[in-house]
């Protein structure tokens, strides 16, 4: 796996900033909310290592890196995840572009698009309903685009805590209402590789395209 390097913006970059209404700060975009210390990080840091083999990426540049469980989810659920993961699979987002994450993955609420009825959070309360599970995807992704330094321009938290990422660091979603987007203020495109692994693990990675 190569070295990561960060990138200085460019004029272009900044005007885009301003135009979004954003301040980049490196510091805080590149930070995972984590104590150093903590398991949890270790065992992020572990699996990298696994995963950047599994997916083939040890040539590539990768700017960052996060994984989270769906080994107790229904196979509905696995079944959007995997769904929503193979819509952002691949996807280059180009310099001073906004990814939308509604826009890639479509409207979840839609059973004729593939999509089945699991586990989201409303108001509060745990109920089914189509696209149950692509907030995981949505919420994987957050993390690994803020340990790329990705400058977050929408993001939401639920309505009551999750399981699969620690507390405030997830990205919920609901087409045409709430929507997880970022944009890449680097000088070079970049590119999403999103897998699911043994019904266990959903795997994210942002590397240099």
């Known amino acids: 796996m190569k070295k ?9 970059t900044v005007a885009l900033m301003f135009s979004l209404g954003m301040s980049y700060a490196p510091e805080r ?7 150093p210390l903590s398991p949890a990080l270790e065992l992020q840091e572990n699996l990298q290592e696994k995963y950047v ?28 995840i995997k769904q929503a993961l193979i819509k952002i699979h691949n996807e280059k987002i180009k310099p001073q572009q906004v990814f939308s994450f509604n826009e890639e993955v479509g409207n979840s609420n839609l059973p004729e698009d593939g999509w089945q009825k699991a586990g989201v959070i409303q108001n509060g309360q745990l109920v089914d309903d189509y696209g149950g599970g692509i907030c995981q995807v949505s919420s994987t992704l957050y993390n690994a685009t ?20 620690p507390v405030g660091q997830d990205a919920t979603v609901a087409y045409g209402y709430l ?10 495109p970049v590119k999403i590789k999103a897998k699911s692994y043994g019904d266990e693990h959903v795997v994210i990675a ?4």
């Open 4 to 12: 990561v390097r960060h990138w200085p913006m460019s004029m272009a």
């Open 29 to 35: 975009a590149m930070a995972i909310q984590l104590d």
């Open 53 to 80: 083999e599994k997916m083939d990426l040890q040539k590539e540049e990768v700017l960052g890196f996060y994984y989270s469980s769906m080994k107790d989810s229904t196979d509905a659920r696995k079944h959007n």
């Open 146 to 165: 803020a340990g790329a330094g990705m400058n977050m321009v929408e993001r939401h938290n639920h309505s009551k805590s999750v399981g699969y990422v």
């Open 179 to 188: 929507d997880f987007k970022f944009a890449n203020l680097y000088d070079f």
């Open 206 to 209: 942002i590397i240099r395209a």
